[in-house]
Nanobody, 115 residues
Framework: QVELVESGGGLVQAGGSLRLSCAASSMFAINYMGWYRQAPGKQRELVATINSRGRTNYADSVKGRFTISRDNPKDTVYLQMSSLKVEDTAVYYC??????????WGQGTQVTVSS
């Protein structure tokens, strides 16, 4: 049983920055935390993940621009997004995977990048 609370979405101009956060409340210890996104008419895609040791993985489309981090005592994951592009526009979903492999999803937060 996991509850996720997302924040930080909004409207920004191309080249700008946003910082997303997601605070988790989990019955069991958390292994992976991460972010997915879904643009209109497209499938949900992985953006970035981070494990409990701080090891990260990024989609090629965001490498060098986005940074994922986590605060383990607070069970909170962040996504610092810089040099934003119009194509980054999507609903961003936080997700958590506990040590037993169960995944939980946030409700999503809208990120809109204007030219």
């Amino acid at each position: 049983q996991v509850e996720l609370v997302e924040s930080g979405g909004g409207l920004v101009q191309a080249g700008g920055s946003l910082r997303l956060s997601c605070a988790a409340s989990s019955m069991f210890a958390i292994n992976y935390m991460g972010w997915y996104r879904q643009a209109p008419g497209k499938q949900r895609e992985l953006v970035a993940t981070i494990n409990s040791r701080g090891r990260t993985n990024y989609a090629d489309s965001v490498k060098g621009r986005f940074t994922i981090s986590r605060d383990n005592p607070k069970d909170t994951v962040y996504l610092q997004m810089s040099s934003l592009k119009v194509e980054d526009t999507a609903v961003y979903y936080c997700y958590v995977e506990n040590v037993y492999g169960r995944e939980s999803w946030g409700q999503g937060t809208q990120v809109t990048v204007s030219s």
